[in-house]
């Protein structure tokens, strides 16, 4: 990617961003956005662009929840983030997206909080392995992509709305990815279960990205100003998911990898994890992003024209919204 300009607003200047820009190096642009905010985000183990995110904001930030599922990683994250910057406040809260019940519950204790939550960042996500259901009987991956944030985000909408103020929109960030190109769109056919017969887990993986962009687009549109949702394209980037032993085959096979498990740097441009973070932090605090809810960000700033046409499209992000809430079985409405 080449050189982008966004002008932060902050001091009328022009900050260049680039593909090398850091998650550090945004937070210190938007320091005085993140300074009082208390941010939730999804995914947040050590080795992880959710974890840099949380790294890069403590130290501006009021609260810093993070989540996941394994209790020991979720400490480790804790006390690695504190040992650096110790008057960081941090929170943990365990968060199994492959369970509706343990959602629900996570966000029962978010809601009882005394603080505000300002914003959401829908950062987990699951890539690669074989075909399986949850205890819900969901297919593994969408369900921790799209309908487990889905669910997360309507239970935790009427708490954002409540730190909204005349001067200040509170957002809901997805992480998705350029992925979704690759993939023909969502099939609003089997979004709970896809097809058994024959699944593929890097074709459903781009089809969960291509929700998240739809949802971004839909919560903006039906939140009426209340919310703005954003996402993006963190990059190509070596983490957790692609080292997992259950998942390296897929990434070798698609040529995302070299046969020895390392980035396939011939195919792909590959960013750090710091450098990966660092969009996220832009669609979490950048002021001027306020005037295009719904917008999609490459290297930190709104990159609209990048979208697949299939991941953009109203009525798609329409027709989603609605078989997601048959499947949570709950409306979810702003």
Not at 21 to 43: C, D, M, P, W, Y
Not at 63 to 68: A, D, K, Q, R
Not at 87 to 103: E, K
Request: glycine fraction near 8%.
């Amino acid at each position: 990617m080449g050189r982008r300009l966004v002008k932060t607003g902050v001091a009328n200047s022009i900050k260049p961003f680039t593909a090398a820009t850091t998650a550090e190096e945004v937070a210190s642009v938007f320091q005085e956005q993140i300074r009082g905010k208390n941010v939730l985000i999804t995914g947040t183990s050590i080795n992880g662009i959710g974890f840099e995110t949380a790294r890069a904001i403590a130290k501006y930030a009021n609260l810093v929840i993070i989540t996941g599922y394994n209790t020991e990683r979720l400490k480790l994250s804790e006390e690695a983030i504190k040992k650096e910057i110790p008057g960081a406040n941090v929170r943990p809260l365990i968060l199994d997206l492959t369970s509706l019940a343990a959602i629900r519950k996570a966000a029962a204790e978010v809601n009882a909080y005394p603080e505000p939550l300002h914003v959401l960042i829908n950062n987990a996500a699951s890539g690669g392995g074989k075909y399986k259901l949850t205890v819900d009987n969901l297919e593994d991956q969408m369900a921790t992509d799209h309908i487990g944030p889905f669910l997360l985000t309507k239970l935790l909408v009427p708490k954002l709305v409540a730190a909204g103020t005349t001067g200040y929109t509170p957002r809901v960030v997805y992480v998705a990815s350029d992925a979704h190109k690759f993939g023909q769109g969502i099939d609003l056919d089997t979004v709970a279960r896809g097809d058994p017969e024959n699944f593929g887990a890097f074709p459903r993986y781009f089809e969960a990205k291509s929700a998240n962009i739809l949802s971004a687009i839909e919560l903006s549109k039906r939140s009426q100003g209340r919310i703005n949702g954003y996402s993006l394209h963190p990059g190509a980037i070596f983490t957790n998911i692609q080292q997992k032993e259950e998942t390296k085959a897929d990434f070798v096979q698609f040529g995302f990898l070299n046969p020895d498990g390392s980035p396939n740097t011939d195919k792909f441009p590959w960013k750090t994890i710091p450098q990966g973070a660092a969009t996220t932090i832009a669609a979490a605090f950048n002021p001027e992003l306020d005037a295009t809810p719904g917008a999609y960000l490459v290297d930190c700033v709104e990159a609209n024209a990048e979208r697949a046409p299939h991941s953009s499209d109203a009525g798609t992000a329409a027709k989603l919204w609605t078989i997601t809430e048959g499947i949570i079985g709950e409306e979810f409405t702003l």
